[in-house]
């Protein structure tokens, strides 16, 4: 017998964010994501403590899903973040950390919610229009007839991602098969609309980084024993394929709730295995060259239509699925009862490869917009990082073809748009204070509470101790060794702002990022040529960073407007 | 002073000082001599002896974080290429050390991982001068026919690890006869040191001072190894031809012309015994085996593709193991075909069997009346009713068996080879109608009978036609040993043969039953150096001249960039615009040296475990003078060069005396190598930008959310203790040792070194 027990009353905190343990936890959030962040970011180890795998990151996308957050507040933090990164898959780390620092310095100033809420809404729009505007000083067109910038933005990313373990060297290579993979998906043919293939990364661990490659089509792993018969099979020409997501195994998968009741003598086992082989048979007239199922083939049925030179791969997997049945054509066959001759589909031609340790069918399309990125590295967890930083560069690429602009990074864009801002509040305030009916102190204190949130991101990019500094023409950022002396030559002394673009003989003149100097307007429209130029420049994505600038903003927002937090206890 | 202790102590990096205390275990690994370890379980009084660095790895408990990465870094290792895990965990050790040390001394952690990343991939370009291309070593195999070759070299190996060959092996045996009674005195599984002192001193030293005093002068100039009576010039020594280089090699041309032209095939290596001595790193016995095993494969490959077929490779998946402990050394063997233990029942069959082709099938799987293929469900809810009240007369299992006997029978099959296990009652029953079964069938093994016997394997016998069955099986006991000596191993070796069958059994036999898994791990560690050298067709001079080259060119790149400054070094750093990129010069010669003093290490070491030295100190010095020497010279490469050559006309000779002409080069394994190098390093870089750790995946149950409160609780904790300290950035992360007290987020490692 069941017992009702009385409901117990929901709690009720007011002022979440005044809680000492929320501001503490939020700050030891900040700390955890801010270590992370850039290309001299530390790494965290994240296990179960059990003796589960441990894997090395300084992803957000592995940071966030792991941290077990139960307070409300953190919980809207980490899953706006987490939308984030699985809408736009980079500038995670940037998202969350700018959110972290707004909500702090806002804090600070003890302002109403609602002035803060305005004005930072302000100012991002602000942030946005600049940003999308052709004056833009940190933004560069992408131009496709060239690699370059491309290169850059990948190169960039792979950087970013120090528990990848790549050298220089083997960072070229990557970068390069990343864009190889991303272009062999752009169909060649375009009409009005692009649909962009898909690239499958197979995992190779424990080979060379060098040894990764890219080949269009699909390869599917199989066992060397399938692999050495299938050597003698080889019939050239297309072939016409079916693709079964049922499983072919021959269990009986859905015998539902209760007891099936069978007589003696009456083997359930072979009555579906004699439908199996009814299946092979009009796979045979239907005159089929090649079935694959998602799931297992039993042995019969193999060795059925083996005996027919028709070829069987199984336990193709549902990840394949989608790509097999986009390039053969085929619609994925769902039951054992007869097949309809129009669910199949054809390919070009296969074969098998070996790399490493592994074999592979590998299927070549008719027309191929799939392509299959081999993909090695040293250590599982080395691997495994690179294997996300891939799929980041991968989806940004696609993102650019999309809007094809690029933002400075390095820290560059964050301090410009710092300066600009801060210029923009200081010599044209009145707009604005008409519009958001606030004060000028208001404005005043909001303004440096973003910009703050904006330069002390850039200046997270800094993890030995170095000192930030920002040029007064362009707002670009420079960094420099601590305790350098403060009568200095700057321009002895430092060489290229955060991404490469200027150089430190260009006649500037700097001063520390955090000093208090005079707001002044950064060189807006950047010259045709810089781009041009650009061989080394450490870039971000346009899309994935306006979108985090946003999110961060907004989410800032939301919190910040918490008044109370009402939890259910039952 | 209190000031700076603390500073100090806030440098210690946790996982870092994990990782060396966990590579120290294995330092008496490395080189050619090895020390067997027993370790012992406390609680269940069970213990192994183990004399490799896997198998080390293996039975200690390696929970922690760091540990897990070490032995994941150590298994991929031996996955791919089954040798060099005893370089990789010794250099994992050396160089956590060295970063651990720079960290000391105030390096950017960015600096580290950049300087020590080149400063890498910097040797590894550099000892390209010392590959030795390796071309058809089988084109004079048909010369030689038998391979007694290798006996008359097996009493030497090369001079940087010139021991008796003998005494390795025997030394084993002594440490296992003495301490074998005393397990006390051993250790315990929470890992101190096995190697006691009291035990194992008196022999080591011995074997030194005999070679002491024998060879005084080869010793010195041991380091650069090669006492081959051949002469060795590398002219495709990238030294050579690189022009800034050239002022430090006189007469570049010259020196080629001297050497070169005299002994045009000088160096490379075109004998297969040379190559196999030069990589047995003392283990001849498991060598010789490989040799056999090697020449076996070439003679049947051979047979079957005729003589204009392509290249040969040796191919060691299509070699198999079989261990028979308990039978003497002298037992150990090499044969065609296959080789197994059945039950001494089977006697009368195998005698019946013997002498006429038999035909056979293969089974996938295991051959039981329940076994599914994988992937199959079973339904859990089906009941059979009976519908009328005749009983059954035989249970399922005897119906099951007797469809089988049927199939064997309709198919006249007399032996049933199954990759998984085999139902008893079947086998019994099987016997009785003279046919043999054999379970648990290595996987190459069914392959290569599959090809030459010309059966198909199947994963049920219902499956079997007239296409699936494999002819012309021949099975004979083996050896025809006496059985009253085959009796000790529980049962009896038979050998299953087909006319041509790519398939080579290595027999491996020990009296002592502990000593089996390390004597099949060194013949596999064997055959693979050598299937790897002949792969790449390429080996690396070894006995330690390789790890020498990379030291000196490490100690000269950082007298370099004290000297030259920044422009030596543009484009080390990922991160160009950084400060660290204009600060580089000034820390790299610190880390350039750090790494280089992991390679001294490590070759002190190796030459201190061949049992040349008393003393790692004395190893060490020994190193010191050869390397002063190397970098006096200008070019490391052609010093060790040189120096090969001056063993070779035969100055140095007098210590080695007669012998010299049949004293072997040693080899090593290019790639095997490089990437355990690589590993080592990549794994300590990855420790070392590593600042947390953090503790996920608790199961979501109501129990586990009050640890998942707890997670933040600790934050909060963390963060309060933070507040209080001094120190920003090291403090905060638990992986540095924090004076306050254990961290929070840190799980507790044993500590392996109380």
Known sequence: MSRLEAKKPSLCKSEPLTSERVRATLSVLKGIVTSCYGPSGRLKQLHNGLGGCVCTTSQSSALLANLSVTHPILKILTTAMQNHVSCFSDCGLFTAILCCNLIENVQRIGLTPTTVMKLNKHLLRLCISYLKSEVCGCRIPVDFSSTQILLCLVRSILTSKPACMLTRKEIDHVSALILRTFLLTIPENTEDHIILGKSIIVPLKGQRVIDSTVLPGILIEMSEIQFVKLLPVKKPGSLKVALFCASLSGDLSDTGEGTVVVSYGVSLENAVLDQ???LGRQLVSDHVDLVMCQKVIHPSLKQFLSMHHVIAIDRVGVALMEPLSKVTGTRPIGSLGSVSPSTYGSVKDWCTAKFGFKHFFHLIPNEATVCSLLLCNRSDTAWDELKVTCQTALHVLQLTLKEPSVLLGGGCTETHLAAYIRHKTCNEPESILKDEGCTQTELQLITEAFCSALESLAGSLEHDGGEILTDLKYGHFWSVQADSPSIVNWSNLLSRCGCGLR?????????????????????????????????????????????????????????LDLSYVIEDKN | MVMACRVINK????????????????????????????????ECHESVLISSTVRLLESLDLTSAVGQLLSEAVRAQNNTYRTGTSTLLFLVGAWSSAAEECLHMGVPVSLIVSVMSEGLNSCIEEVVSLEVPVHHVFDHI??????????????????FLQIPSDTGLMQKEHDLKDVAPQPLTIHNLSGRPVKSPQLFRPQAKVEADTNMSQTPQTLKNSLLADTCCRKSVLIH?????????????SKPDGFLEQHGAATPQAYRCNDLVELEVGLSHGDDSSMKLVEAAAQLQYQNVRTQQGSCAMPFMFDISRIFTCCLPGLPESFSCVCPGYITVVSTSSTTLIKELQNQPIRVVLIEGDLTENYRHLGFNKSANIKTVLESMKLPQDSSEELWINRVLEILIKFNVNLILAQGNVSEHLIEKCTHSKRLVIGSVNGNVMQAFAEASGAVQVAYITQVDENCVGNGVCVTFWRSIPLDVVDTVDGMAIMLKTEGINLVTVVLTSPVTAHMQSKEDRFWTCASRLCYALKEQKVFLGGGAVEFLCLSHLQILAEQSLSKGNQACSGWLHNTSSWLASSLALYRPTVLQCLANGWHKYLSTLIYNTANYSSEFEASTFIQHHLQNAIDSGSPSSYILSEYSKLNSGIFNSGISNKLGQIPRVYDIVTPKIEAWRRALDLVLLVLQTDSEIITGLVHT???????????????????????????VLARHPLFRNNAGEPPLARKVANFHS
């Open chain 1, 503 to 559: 150089n430190s003989q260009e006649e500037l003149s700097w001063s520390f990022l955090r000093s208090t100097c005079h707001p002044f307007a950064p060189q807006t429209c950047l010259p045709h040529e810089a781009a041009g130029s650009a061989n080394n420049l450490t870039l971000d994505c346009f899309t994935a960073k306006l979108n985090g600038l946003q999110v961060a903003v907004e989410t800032a927002n939301l919190i």
């Open chain 2, 237 to 249: 020594s990238r030294h050579l031809n690189r022009t800034d280089n050239s002022q430090q090699i």
């Open chain 2, 11 to 42: 440098r210690r990096h946790m996982g870092l000082q994990q990782l060396s205390s966990f590579a120290e275990t294995g330092r008496t690994f490395l080189g050619p001599v090895k020390s067997s370890k027993f370790i012992i379980d406390e």
């Open chain 2, 142 to 159: 048909d010369n030689t026919k038998t391979f007694s070759g290798l006996e008359t070299f097996s009493v030497s190996l090369g001079p």
């Open chain 1, 276 to 278: 199996l082989l009814n």
């Open chain 2, 702 to 728: 109501e129990i586990n959310s009050q640890s998942l409160r707890s997670w933040e609780d600790c934050l909060s904790r963390l963060e309060l203790k933070l507040r209080d300290s001094s120190d920003t």
